[in-house]
Protein backbone atom coordinates (compact mmCIF):
# COMPACT_ATOMS: atom_id res chain seq x y z
CA UNK A 1 0.00 0.00 0.00
CA UNK A 2 2.74 1.98 0.83
CA UNK A 3 4.74 1.68 -2.32
CA UNK A 4 1.58 2.10 -4.32
CA UNK A 5 1.12 5.64 -2.50
CA UNK A 6 4.44 6.48 -3.35
CA UNK A 7 4.51 5.72 -7.10
CA UNK A 8 0.92 7.64 -7.41
CA UNK A 9 2.53 10.85 -5.75
CA UNK A 10 5.78 11.22 -7.51
CA UNK A 11 3.55 10.53 -10.81
CA UNK A 12 -0.04 10.17 -11.68
CA UNK A 13 0.69 8.04 -14.89
CA UNK A 14 1.79 5.40 -11.92
CA UNK A 15 -1.28 4.70 -11.94
CA UNK A 16 -0.44 1.08 -13.67
CA UNK A 17 1.19 -0.19 -10.21
CA UNK A 18 -2.26 0.30 -7.95
CA UNK A 19 -4.12 -0.77 -10.46
CA UNK A 20 -2.46 -3.97 -11.19
CA UNK A 21 -1.85 -4.63 -7.11
CA UNK A 22 -5.64 -3.87 -7.05
CA UNK A 23 -6.20 -6.39 -9.53
CA UNK A 24 -3.71 -9.09 -7.82
CA UNK A 25 -5.20 -8.65 -4.19
CA UNK A 26 -8.71 -8.45 -5.34
CA UNK A 27 -8.92 -11.67 -7.83
CA UNK A 28 -5.85 -13.69 -7.13
CA UNK A 29 -4.90 -12.09 -10.97
CA UNK A 30 -1.94 -13.35 -12.60
CA UNK A 31 -0.45 -15.45 -9.24
CA UNK A 32 -3.64 -18.14 -9.22
CA UNK A 33 -1.23 -20.51 -7.33
CA UNK A 34 -1.23 -18.04 -4.43
CA UNK A 35 -4.49 -16.94 -4.43
CA UNK A 36 -6.68 -13.73 -3.74
CA UNK A 37 -6.04 -12.04 -0.68
CA UNK A 38 -8.69 -11.21 2.13
CA UNK A 39 -11.29 -8.01 1.43
CA UNK A 40 -10.06 -6.24 4.60
CA UNK A 41 -6.73 -6.95 3.80
CA UNK A 42 -7.06 -5.50 0.55
CA UNK A 43 -9.26 -2.34 2.19
CA UNK A 44 -6.24 -2.17 4.63
CA UNK A 45 -3.82 -1.54 1.74
CA UNK A 46 -5.74 0.68 -0.12
CA UNK A 47 -6.25 3.13 2.83
CA UNK A 48 -2.19 2.99 3.31
CA UNK A 49 -1.63 4.09 0.08
CA UNK A 50 -4.58 7.19 0.23
CA UNK A 51 -2.60 7.90 3.55
CA UNK A 52 0.53 8.58 2.03
CA UNK A 53 -0.92 10.19 -1.11
CA UNK A 54 -2.94 12.79 0.75
CA UNK A 55 -0.06 12.92 3.72
CA UNK A 56 2.00 14.39 1.24
CA UNK A 57 -0.64 17.15 -0.08
CA UNK A 58 -1.31 17.47 3.51
CA UNK A 59 2.52 18.79 4.04
CA UNK A 60 2.67 21.04 1.00
CA UNK A 61 -0.58 23.18 2.20
CA UNK A 62 1.47 23.35 5.96
CA UNK A 63 5.14 24.38 4.08
CA UNK A 64 3.02 26.96 1.97
CA UNK A 65 1.08 29.09 3.89
CA UNK A 66 2.73 32.06 2.19
CA UNK A 67 1.69 33.32 -1.50
CA UNK A 68 4.24 32.86 -4.55
CA UNK A 69 4.75 32.45 -8.13
CA UNK A 70 2.58 29.53 -8.76
CA UNK A 71 -0.44 31.13 -6.32
CA UNK A 72 -1.84 32.79 -9.73
CA UNK A 73 -2.88 28.79 -10.68
CA UNK A 74 -5.05 28.93 -8.01
CA UNK A 75 -9.04 30.04 -7.53
CA UNK A 76 -9.93 33.07 -5.30
CA UNK A 77 -11.65 31.06 -2.64
CA UNK A 78 -7.68 29.47 -1.65
CA UNK A 79 -5.53 32.97 -2.27
CA UNK A 80 -7.88 34.85 0.30
CA UNK A 81 -5.94 32.61 3.37
CA UNK A 82 -2.50 32.95 1.53
CA UNK A 83 -0.28 35.71 3.64
CA UNK A 84 1.08 38.78 0.78
CA UNK A 85 -1.63 37.73 -1.91
CA UNK A 86 -3.15 40.33 -3.67
CA UNK A 87 -6.59 38.36 -2.42
CA UNK A 88 -5.22 38.06 0.91
CA UNK A 89 -8.53 38.60 3.25
CA UNK A 90 -7.36 39.16 6.50
CA UNK A 91 -8.33 36.68 9.18
CA UNK A 92 -10.09 34.09 6.60
CA UNK A 93 -10.07 30.45 7.60
CA UNK A 94 -7.79 27.64 5.57
CA UNK A 95 -10.18 26.18 2.57
CA UNK A 96 -11.65 22.59 2.80
CA UNK A 97 -8.56 20.19 2.78
CA UNK A 98 -9.98 17.82 0.09
CA UNK A 99 -11.42 20.70 -1.96
CA UNK A 100 -7.91 22.84 -1.99
CA UNK A 101 -6.45 18.76 -2.97
CA UNK A 102 -9.26 17.89 -5.76
CA UNK A 103 -8.39 21.70 -7.44
CA UNK A 104 -4.80 21.40 -7.26
CA UNK A 105 -4.52 17.76 -9.16
CA UNK A 106 -7.72 19.08 -11.76
CA UNK A 107 -5.52 21.81 -12.04
CA UNK A 108 -1.60 20.11 -12.68
CA UNK A 109 -3.89 17.73 -15.29
CA UNK A 110 -5.38 21.07 -16.91
CA UNK A 111 -1.78 23.12 -16.98
CA UNK A 112 -0.04 19.63 -17.96
CA UNK A 113 -2.31 19.28 -21.03
CA UNK A 114 -2.11 23.31 -22.21
CA UNK A 115 1.60 22.36 -23.00
CA UNK A 116 2.30 22.26 -26.60
CA UNK A 117 5.50 23.61 -27.00
CA UNK A 118 7.96 21.64 -28.78
CA UNK A 119 11.44 20.78 -27.06
CA UNK A 120 15.01 20.18 -28.69
CA UNK A 121 15.36 17.09 -26.58
CA UNK A 122 11.95 15.58 -26.09
CA UNK A 123 11.64 11.68 -27.44
CA UNK A 124 8.87 9.93 -28.40
CA UNK A 125 7.82 7.03 -26.53
CA UNK A 126 8.33 4.11 -28.78
CA UNK A 127 12.08 5.21 -28.75
CA UNK A 128 12.51 5.19 -24.70
CA UNK A 129 13.33 1.62 -24.84
CA UNK A 130 16.49 1.37 -27.27
CA UNK A 131 17.49 4.66 -25.23
CA UNK A 132 17.10 6.58 -28.78
CA UNK A 133 17.62 10.06 -27.18
CA UNK A 134 18.52 11.80 -23.90
CA UNK A 135 18.56 14.99 -22.25
CA UNK A 136 21.30 17.42 -22.33
CA UNK A 137 21.15 19.94 -19.46
CA UNK A 138 24.60 21.47 -19.13
CA UNK A 139 27.54 22.53 -20.70
CA UNK A 140 30.60 24.22 -19.32
CA UNK A 141 34.43 24.58 -19.46
CA UNK A 142 35.87 23.65 -16.28
CA UNK A 143 37.23 26.64 -14.76
CA UNK A 144 39.95 24.58 -13.23
CA UNK A 145 40.88 22.98 -16.37
CA UNK A 146 42.76 25.83 -19.06
CA UNK A 147 42.25 23.59 -21.75
CA UNK A 148 39.68 24.48 -24.02
CA UNK A 149 39.40 20.75 -25.57
CA UNK A 150 37.83 20.20 -21.73
CA UNK A 151 34.36 20.02 -21.09
CA UNK A 152 32.18 18.97 -18.37
CA UNK A 153 28.42 18.12 -18.71
CA UNK A 154 25.51 16.59 -17.37
CA UNK A 155 23.58 14.78 -20.14
CA UNK A 156 20.52 12.45 -18.94
CA UNK A 157 20.90 9.22 -20.77
CA UNK A 158 19.78 5.47 -19.20
CA UNK A 159 22.32 3.31 -18.92
CA UNK A 160 21.97 1.51 -22.40
CA UNK A 161 23.23 -1.84 -21.72
CA UNK A 162 20.64 -1.86 -18.71
CA UNK A 163 18.06 -0.61 -21.60
CA UNK A 164 19.20 -2.96 -24.39
CA UNK A 165 19.38 -6.23 -22.67
CA UNK A 166 15.82 -5.30 -20.91
CA UNK A 167 14.33 -4.52 -24.68
CA UNK A 168 16.29 -8.34 -25.71
CA UNK A 169 14.69 -9.94 -23.08
CA UNK A 170 10.96 -8.28 -23.37
CA UNK A 171 10.93 -9.62 -27.07
CA UNK A 172 12.26 -13.21 -25.86
CA UNK A 173 9.55 -13.53 -23.79
CA UNK A 174 7.22 -12.01 -26.44
CA UNK A 175 8.70 -14.68 -28.70
CA UNK A 176 8.10 -17.47 -26.03
CA UNK A 177 4.49 -16.59 -25.83
CA UNK A 178 3.99 -17.22 -29.49
CA UNK A 179 6.15 -20.35 -29.58
CA UNK A 180 3.66 -21.74 -26.43
CA UNK A 181 0.64 -20.60 -28.90
CA UNK A 182 1.79 -22.18 -31.90
CA UNK A 183 2.80 -25.28 -29.86
CA UNK A 184 -0.76 -25.58 -28.31
CA UNK A 185 -1.91 -26.48 -31.94
CA UNK A 186 0.05 -29.52 -32.14
CA UNK A 187 -1.11 -32.35 -30.40
CA UNK A 188 2.21 -33.42 -29.23
CA UNK A 189 2.85 -30.28 -28.64
CA UNK A 190 -0.63 -29.75 -26.29
CA UNK A 191 0.89 -33.55 -24.66
CA UNK A 192 4.37 -31.47 -23.87
CA UNK A 193 2.37 -28.37 -22.37
CA UNK A 194 -0.30 -30.59 -20.02
CA UNK A 195 3.20 -32.72 -18.95
CA UNK A 196 4.54 -29.23 -17.98
CA UNK A 197 1.40 -27.07 -17.32
CA UNK A 198 2.62 -25.58 -13.74
CA UNK A 199 6.03 -24.38 -14.38
CA UNK A 200 4.49 -22.90 -17.59
CA UNK A 201 1.16 -21.14 -15.57
CA UNK A 202 3.56 -19.65 -13.39
CA UNK A 203 5.99 -18.56 -16.20
CA UNK A 204 3.08 -17.09 -17.97
CA UNK A 205 1.46 -15.34 -14.86
CA UNK A 206 3.92 -13.57 -13.17
CA UNK A 207 5.63 -12.73 -17.09
CA UNK A 208 2.33 -11.15 -18.39
CA UNK A 209 1.80 -9.05 -14.82
CA UNK A 210 4.90 -7.58 -15.38
CA UNK A 211 4.29 -7.05 -18.67
CA UNK A 212 1.00 -5.22 -18.49
CA UNK A 213 2.97 -3.37 -15.94
CA UNK A 214 5.44 -2.29 -18.76
CA UNK A 215 2.67 -1.78 -21.54
CA UNK A 216 0.39 0.37 -19.16
CA UNK A 217 3.21 2.74 -18.06
CA UNK A 218 3.93 3.30 -21.96
CA UNK A 219 0.19 3.71 -22.19
CA UNK A 220 -0.59 7.62 -21.40
CA UNK A 221 2.37 8.35 -23.86
CA UNK A 222 1.04 7.44 -26.97
CA UNK A 223 -1.38 9.82 -27.93
CA UNK A 224 0.02 12.74 -26.12
CA UNK A 225 0.42 15.93 -27.63
CA UNK A 226 2.85 17.95 -25.11
CA UNK A 227 6.93 17.17 -25.37
CA UNK A 228 7.45 14.21 -23.35
CA UNK A 229 11.27 12.60 -22.41
CA UNK A 230 13.37 9.79 -21.48
CA UNK A 231 12.81 9.74 -18.05
CA UNK A 232 9.16 8.82 -18.22
CA UNK A 233 9.96 5.65 -19.28
CA UNK A 234 11.13 5.08 -15.93
CA UNK A 235 8.41 3.31 -14.22
CA UNK A 236 8.01 0.95 -16.82
CA UNK A 237 11.39 0.42 -17.09
CA UNK A 238 11.34 -0.88 -13.81
CA UNK A 239 8.56 -3.50 -14.66
CA UNK A 240 11.18 -4.36 -17.69
CA UNK A 241 13.76 -5.04 -15.38
CA UNK A 242 11.61 -7.41 -13.49
CA UNK A 243 9.97 -9.02 -16.40
CA UNK A 244 13.80 -9.67 -18.14
CA UNK A 245 15.21 -11.43 -14.91
CA UNK A 246 12.01 -13.36 -14.58
CA UNK A 247 12.30 -14.29 -18.16
CA UNK A 248 15.76 -15.26 -18.22
CA UNK A 249 15.30 -16.98 -14.93
CA UNK A 250 12.59 -18.89 -16.24
CA UNK A 251 14.00 -20.24 -19.58
CA UNK A 252 17.43 -21.09 -18.40
CA UNK A 253 17.16 -24.04 -16.68
CA UNK A 254 20.69 -24.63 -15.50
CA UNK A 255 21.63 -23.20 -12.48
CA UNK A 256 25.31 -22.74 -13.79
CA UNK A 257 24.12 -20.81 -16.67
CA UNK A 258 22.14 -18.73 -15.26
CA UNK A 259 25.00 -17.37 -12.90
CA UNK A 260 27.01 -16.75 -15.70
CA UNK A 261 24.60 -14.70 -17.69
CA UNK A 262 23.53 -13.11 -14.35
CA UNK A 263 27.26 -11.86 -13.68
CA UNK A 264 28.09 -11.04 -16.87
CA UNK A 265 24.72 -8.59 -17.17
CA UNK A 266 25.41 -7.13 -14.01
CA UNK A 267 29.29 -6.47 -14.94
CA UNK A 268 28.43 -4.88 -18.54
CA UNK A 269 25.91 -2.81 -16.89
CA UNK A 270 28.12 -1.42 -13.89
CA UNK A 271 31.03 -1.09 -16.66
CA UNK A 272 28.72 1.37 -18.70
CA UNK A 273 28.12 3.50 -15.80
CA UNK A 274 31.36 4.04 -15.18
CA UNK A 275 32.08 4.44 -18.46
CA UNK A 276 29.68 7.03 -18.67
CA UNK A 277 29.69 8.59 -15.17
CA UNK A 278 31.48 11.57 -16.81
CA UNK A 279 28.25 12.59 -18.16
CA UNK A 280 26.28 11.84 -14.71
CA UNK A 281 28.49 13.24 -12.56
CA UNK A 282 29.76 16.39 -15.22
CA UNK A 283 33.09 15.47 -14.96
CA UNK A 284 35.40 17.51 -17.38
CA UNK A 285 36.49 15.21 -20.11
CA UNK A 286 38.15 15.86 -23.59
CA UNK A 287 36.02 16.34 -26.39
CA UNK A 288 37.16 13.33 -28.11
CA UNK A 289 36.12 11.26 -24.96
CA UNK A 290 32.82 13.11 -25.11
CA UNK A 291 32.24 11.96 -29.14
CA UNK A 292 33.46 8.53 -28.04
CA UNK A 293 30.82 8.12 -25.63
CA UNK A 294 28.07 9.46 -28.18
CA UNK A 295 27.57 5.52 -29.13
CA UNK A 296 24.28 7.22 -31.19
CA UNK A 297 23.72 10.18 -33.11
CA UNK A 298 21.09 11.21 -31.60
CA UNK A 299 22.42 11.56 -28.11
CA UNK A 300 23.76 15.05 -28.73
Given amino acids: GLACGAAISVKFTALATPGLTGLTCMFGLYFPMRGRIPFLQCMAIMFLGLALFFVTFKIHFMLTPRTGDGAGFMPAWFRKSLIGD ?56 DKLIKDPNYNARIYLLGNPLMYWIVAFLIGVFILSQLMLGVTALIPRGRLRI ?107
Fill in 86 to 141: KMEVPGSSKPWFAQSVIYLIAEMIRANARISAKHNWQSSWYTWPIDKRGILYFVER
Fill in 194 to 300: RANKDRIRVFCCVGWFCMFGWLLNLLPYLDIKRATFIYHYLPGLWYGIILATWTSHSLVRVWKARLVISVICCVAVFAAYIYFAPWVYSIPVLNTVNDKMRWLKTWN
